[in-house]
C-alpha cells in the first residue's frame, strides 16, 4: 500500500498488535524473572545500602546459628552444676549465650535503620520508572482497552503504599531466609536427621500457598476491569467536577447503590475462590507442619535420648531450636506468600516498562528544516483506533505552504481531531504519513519537533500550578521571561485574568491552596491560548480552541491567531464557519477523508458538503 514508511516506525509487530485490538502487555508467567528484574533494580538504585542492608541481614542469621550452640552449653553447664561442677562453667556460657544475643539485638536494630532508607529508594525507583514510561507512550496506545486494565494495576504497583509492601516483603523475606538457614544450620549440628526433617515437613504447605496465590493471581486479572469501574464510581462519587449533575439530578443514591452492587460481586467471588482453597491449606498445615514437622520431631528426638545418641542438653536447645525454627518459618511462609503475589504483580510493571510504544526510535534524530523550506505535506495519511471496525482517516493528502493558513471543517466524528493529532505527531499513522519539507516526520527528533509545532486543544489541560507556569509552560526554558508571557498572555487573551489577579503571576490557580483562585472555563480557554502563543513555534494548530469562550472573547482569539500565524504555517479547527474564512484555504472532511478544498468562495460556488454547512449556520443568524 502506497505510503508505507518502513524504516521510521516503531517494531511493525507492536504496532499491528496494537492496532488490531490484541493487548500487547500480557506479563509473561512465572515469578523468577520478575524477581530477578526486581532484585537487580534495588541493587542497582541504592548499591551500598544494600550491601549495608544483606550484611546487617547475613550476620544475624549466623549468630543465631551460633546461639543454638550456645544455649546447648548453658544447658550443659547447667546439668554440671546440679552434678557438682562449679559456677564459672555456667556464667561463661551464660555470658556468651547472652553476647550472641545483644549482637543479634544491635545488628537487627541498624538493619532496621538501613531498611527504611533503602525501601525508600527502591520505591522512588519504582516510581520514576514507571512515571517515566508513562509520560512517553503514544497518545494512540492510551486508548487501547488493554492499556486502562494494565494501567490500573501498575498504578497502584507504583504508589507508595502498594510500592513499600513490595519492597518490604522482597527484603524482610531475604531476612528471614538468612535467618532460617542460620537457625537450620545450628539444629542440624546438634541432630542432622531433626534438622532435614524440619524443613521437608514445610514443603507440602509451602506448595499449596503458592498454588492458592496463583488462583488469586489469575482473579485480579479477571477482576481488573471491574475494579476500574469501582473505582470510577467511587471517582463520580467523590468528583468536584461531577458534583453539580450528580446533585442536580439525585445520581448519588442511583451510583451507590451500583457501587455496592458491584463489589458484592467482586467480594462474592473472593470468597468463593478463599472456600474452595482454605479447607485444603488448613489440612496440609495440621498434618505437614503440625503432625510430622513438631510432634513426629519430638519424638524423633526423644527416640535419640533414650538410646544414648542425644545428650540431655542437646536434646533441650535442639527443642529450643525447633520451637525458633517454626516461629520464624511461619512467618518466612507468610511473607513468601505476600512476596510471591507482589512478584506476581511486578510483572505488571515489567510488561509495561517493555511496550516498545515510546516516543521516537533508532532513526528520529533529524533537526527539523531550515526556515526557508518549511512546509508540510501529508501523503495518504491513514489511522485507525485501537481496536476499531474501521479506520478513523483515509487516503488523506494535501500540502501547506509555508506561511498558509487552512481551516478543518466537517461534521461531528468526520476526523478534524484526530488528523490534527497526527500532524503534531501525537498519533503515528497506520499508512503514509506526513512531511515537513520532505522529511518524515517520525524522523525527526522528538525535541525539535515538539520546540517547532504549538497547539491549543479544546479539551486543554488546567495545570493547577501558577499563572506563570500556565503560560509559561508553552516555553519552559523562557517561563522567566515576564515580557514574553505578558506578550502571550495579549494574544491568548488572559491578560485581563493577570491584571485581576492579587499576586499576577504568582497566583496560584487552585482554590484548595490558601489564596488561590479558581478559574472559569472560559479563563481555563485564554490560558490555555496563551500557553500555545508562548512558544512561537513556526506550525500553529488551533484545534476547537474557543468552544468555552463569549462570541467577542473568541473573535479576539482568531484574530489574535491570523495575527500570529503571519509567516507560519497554520491549521485553524473550528465548527464557527464563518472564522474558517479567516484561512487561506479551507478543508472539508467527511467519514475520514478529505472530500472537498478551496476557498470558502469555491465552496460555495461548489455546492457541496460545506456549502450545506454553511446554509444550516447561516439559517440561525437570519430572520
Known amino acids: 500500500m502506497s505510503g508505507k514508511r518502513p524504516s521510521v516506525q516503531p517494531p511493525r509487530e507492536a504496532a499491528e498488535t496494537v492496532r488490531s485490538g490484541e493487548a500487547p502487555w500480557q506479563p509473561q508467567p512465572g515469578v523468577v524473572r520478575p524477581l530477578l528484574r526486581a532484585s537487580w533494580l534495588i541493587v542497582r538504585s541504592r548499591p551500598l545500602q544494600c550491601a549495608a542492608y544483606l550484611a546487617l541481614a547475613v550476620l544475624p542469621g549466623a549468630l543465631l546459628g551460633l546461639q543454638v550452640i550456645a544455649q546447648r552449653d548453658v544447658f550443659a553447664a547447667g546439668a554440671a552444676l546440679a552434678a557438682g561442677a562449679t559456677l564459672t562453667r555456667l556464667l561463661q556460657a551464660a555470658a556468651v549465650y547472652a553476647a550472641v544475643g545483644l549482637g543479634v539485638w544491635l545488628l537487627t536494630s541498624a538493619r532496621t535503620v538501613f531498611g527504611s532508607t533503602v525501601s525508600n529508594g527502591i520505591q522512588s525507583a519504582l516510581t520514576e520508572a514507571y512515571l517515566t514510561h508513562a509520560a512517553r507512550l503514544r497518545l494512540e496506545v492510551r486508548l487501547h482497552p488493554a492499556y486502562h486494565d494494565l494501567h490500573g494495576r501498575v498504578r497502584a504497583i507504583a504508589e507508595r503504599e502498594q510500592g513499600d509492601n513490595v519492597v518490604t516483603s522482597l527484603m524482610t523475606l531475604v531476612r528471614y531466609a538468612l535467618i532460617l538457614i542460620g537457625v537450620a544450620a545450628g539444629l542440624f549440628a546438634l541432630t542432622p536427621a531433626l534438622a532435614v526433617a524440619a524443613v521437608l515437613a514445610t514443603v507440602p504447605s509451602f506448595l499449596e500457598g503458592v498454588r492458592h496465590r496463583w488462583w488469586e493471581r489469575r482473579l485480579a486479572l479477571d477482576q481488573s476491569r471491574r475494579q476500574n469501574r469501582l473505582r470510577y464510581l467511587e471517582g463520580l462519587l467523590i468528583s468536584r467536577a461531577a458534583a453539580p449533575e450528580v446533585r442536580a439530578f439525585g445520581l448519588a443514591d442511583h451510583l451507590l447503590e451500583r457501587w455496592r452492587a458491584l463489589l458484592r460481586e467482586l467480594q462474592a467471588e473472593q470468597w468463593a475462590l478463599e472456600r474452595r482453597a482454605r479447607p485444603i491449606a488448613v489440612a496440609l498445615y495440621v498434618v505437614s507442619d503440625g503432625l510430622l514437622g513438631y510432634a513426629l520431631g519430638l519424638l524423633w528426638a526423644l527416640w535419640l535420648v533414650v538410646h544414648g545418641r542425644l545428650g540431655v542438653a542437646a ?309
Not at 507556569?469 to 493577570?498: K, N, P, T
Not at 473568541?554 to 473550528?574: C, I, K, P, R, Y
Open 315 to 623: 536434646f533441650a536447645a535442639s527443642v529450643a531450636a525447633l520451637a525458633t525454627f517454626r516461629q520464624w518459618w511461619e512467618l518466612a511462609v507468610v511473607r513468601l506468600h505476600l512476596t510471591h503475589g507482589h512478584t506476581l504483580e511486578l510483572a505488571d510493571l515489567f510488561a509495561f516498562l517493555d511496550a516498545p510504544l515510546t516516543e521516537g526510535g533508532a532513526t528520529a534524530t533529524r533537526p527539523f528544516p531550515a526556515p526557508a523550506q518549511r512546509g508540510l505535506t501529508v501523503k495518504d495519511l491513514g489511522f485507525t483506533y485501537p481496536g476499531a471496525d474501521a479506520p478513523s482517516l483515509q487516503g488523506i493528502a494535501f500540502s501547506l505552504a509555508p506561511g498558509e493558513k487552512v481551516a478543518l471543517v466537517g461534521p461531528n466524528g468526520a476526523g478534524k481531531s484526530t488528523l490534527v493529532r497526527c500532524l503534531l505527531g501525537l498519533y503515528r499513522p497506520d499508512e503514509g504519513g506526513v512531511f515537513f519539507a520532505g522529511v518524515p516526520q517520525e524522523a525527526i527528533a522528538p525535541s525539535e519537533l515538539r520546540a517547532h509545532l504549538a497547539a491549543v486543544f479544546q479539551e486543554h489541560a488546567r495545570f493547577r500550578l501558577t499563572l506563570r507556569e500556565g503560560v509559561g509552560f508553552g516555553r519552559v526554558e523562557s517561563m522567566h521571561d515576564d515580557a514574553r508571557i505578558l506578550g502571550a498572555s495579549q494574544r491568548g487573551g488572559a491578560e485581563d485574568i493577570l491584571q485581576r489577579l492579587p499576586h499576577g503571576l504568582e497566583a496560584w490557580l487552585d482554590p484548595g491552596r490558601p489564596g488561590g483562585v479558581e478559574l472559569s472555563g472560559g479563563q481555563w480557554q485564554r490560558v490555555a491560548s496563551s500557553r500555545a502563543f508562548m512558544r512561537e513555534a513556526e506550525v500553529l494548530v488551533l484545534d476547537e480552541p474557543t468552544a468555552a469562550l463569549d462570541p467577542q472573547a473568541e473573535a479576539e482569539v482568531f484574530h489574535s491567531f491570523a495575527t500570529m500565524a503571519a509567516g507560519h504555517t497554520a491549521v485553524l479547527v473550528s465548527h464557527r464557519l464563518g472564522f474558517a474564512r479567516l484561512a487561506d484555504r479551507i478543508l472539508v472532511l467527511d467519514g475520514g477523508r478529505l472530500v472537498e478544498a478551496g476557498t470558502h468562495g469555491d465552496l460555495l460556488a461548489r455546492g457541496g458538503l460545506y456549502a450545506e454547512m454553511w446554509a444550516a449556520q447561516a439559517r440561525w443568524y437570519v430572520g
